[in-house]
């Protein structure tokens, strides 16, 4: 259940979401990055979910897929960048490097796991200068059945636990749909090349002193084959990055 504190953020945050002229939402310039390896069925529909009206840039970051994901994204009207390097984080990095200088930066998967028209609520308390990081927590959300493992509700629950035991800092998930100020990504100086990229970053905001909110956002099972989180491999790789990572930080 959502907090009485992370429902009223959410109600703000819903209120924010027309970008009518005097709405701060309407004033910011957001630009979407959509890091995508092998996406070819899913990174049109995500694409076309976003709400133009309230997104100048849409850049999809090709990680060396080797089906028609890149011709998939330009044909849904995105900006298409390459990074070969694999890699979740080293995607992000590529887009940030590609970026025009918009005020806000939202990450958003592209395996229409997310729900892209969630994107003005997650602006929204960085629209009213209340965050500089929104991170869209899928715990606190609606999640269709299925679409996070229980492997992956256990990881997240015990990276969270961690992050409150070592930071002192309640989160309820790492989730990859997230809104932050440009000027303050630029300053937490990303560097992780793959999964321990989310976690990196709650970690770095809090140690900064950032203003991290949580709102509730829905989640639904992927488009196309499971990548990660619906392999052994992938499930092991990735948490025991997430857990390294967060001890890394923790005694630097
Ligand atoms: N797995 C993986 N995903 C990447 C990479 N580079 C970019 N991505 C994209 O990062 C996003 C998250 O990856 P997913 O494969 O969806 O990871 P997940 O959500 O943990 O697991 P599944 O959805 O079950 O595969 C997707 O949009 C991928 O296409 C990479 O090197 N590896
Ligand atoms: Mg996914």
């Not at 979910?49 to 999809?60: T, W």
């Not at 940030?96 to 229409?112: K, Q, S, T, W, Y």
């Not at 992927?222 to 948490?239: D, N, W």
Request: aromatic share 6%; charged share 25%; with cysteine.
């Amino acid at each position: 259940m959502p907090s009485r504190r992370g429902r009223r953020r959410f109600v703000d945050a819903v209120e924010a979401l027309a970008p009518a002229p005097g709405n701060p939402l309407s004033l910011m310039d957001i630009a979407v990055i959509i890091p995508a390896l092998n996406e070819e069925e899913a990174i049109g529909q995500v694409i076309a979910e976003i709400p133009r009206e309230s997104v100048s840039d849409i850049l999809v970051v090709d990680n060396g897929s080797t089906d028609n994901t890149a011709a998939a994204a330009a044909a849904a009207g995105a900006r298409v960048v390459a990074e070969p390097r694999r890699g979740y984080g080293s995607a992000c990095l590529r887009g940030i490097a590609e970026l025009r200088e918009p005020d806000v930066v939202v990450f958003v998967d592209g395996d229409h796991s997310d729900y892209p028209e969630e994107v003005p609520m997650l602006v929204g308390p960085i629209a009213a200068d209340e965050a500089d990081l929104v991170i869209g927590s899928r715990t606190l959300g609606q999640r269709e059945a299925g679409s996070l493992t229980p492997q992956q509700l256990l990881g997240n629950r015990f990276a969270c636990f961690l992050l409150r035991l070592l930071y002192r800092r309640r989160f309820t998930d790492l989730g990859p749909f997230r809104a932050i100020r440009r000027p303050s990504l630029a300053a937490l100086k990303m560097a992780d090349r793959d999964f321990g990229w989310t976690i990196e970053m709650q970690i770095k905001a809090v140690k900064r002193g950032l203003r991290v909110v949580e709102v509730p956002v829905r989640y639904r099972p992927r488009i196309g084959r499971s990548k990660i989180s619906g392999t052994l491999r992938g499930t092991v790789l990735a948490g025991y990055k997430i857990i390294t990572t967060i001890l890394r930080h923790a005694c630097p």
